[in-house]
């Protein structure tokens, strides 16, 4: 069985422990299922989607472990790229063994049920990366994102240079 990890919204957290994870559309609306990562040795890497998810104006994330059959079929890839579909061992041996997993996510194309839950954490609100995997010290893009939080300083710096 492989181990895998949902973020989630804490708000979200009593209706999944009653009736598991919804698979809900995808990013592209082409299909629906469930955005997840596999459990790493690293604590950075397994919950690196946090910061990110928080920027859509959730105050407090949960992790919610769950295991699904070995040879289940899942997408993985990285969030900018096309998914290539594979057994769920394989996937997390795929995203583990990686030099940089950051990025990457799998994608099971069905709802999880509340037995197949392991369990649900809170996690480290501050863990993982915002806007891409490398992004500190790139110079942002002044049309996505001109009015954000300390948007001017970070500007006003690449500016000098």
Known sequence: MTMLVHITPA??????RRGGIRAQSLA???????YCLPVMPSYQLTHQWVRELRRGGQR?????H????????VSVGHYGSPRVHVSSAEAAALVTELEDP????VII???????????IRRVNQVT?????????????CPFCDPGG?????????????
Do not use: C
């Not at 708000?11 to 999944?16: H, M």
């Not at 407090?60 to 919610?64: G, H, I, S």
């Not at 769950?66 to 079929?73: A, H, I, K, Y």
């Open 102 to 105: 950051r990025g990457y996510e």
């Open 109 to 119: 194309a069905r709802s999880i049920a509340a037995k197949e839950i392991h369990r």
């Open 28 to 34: 592209d609306a082409s299909q629906t299922g469930v």
């Open 66 to 73: 769950f295991r699904v059959p070995d040879g289940e079929e």
């Open 60 to 64: 407090t994330l949960m992790a919610v």
């Open 128 to 140: 993982g990366w915002r806007y891409s995997p490398d992004a500190h010290g790139t110079r942002p």
């Open 149 to 161: 939080y300390g948007a001017s300083k970070i500007r006003k710096a690449f500016d000098e240079e």
């Open 11 to 16: 708000k979200n957290v009593r209706a999944i």
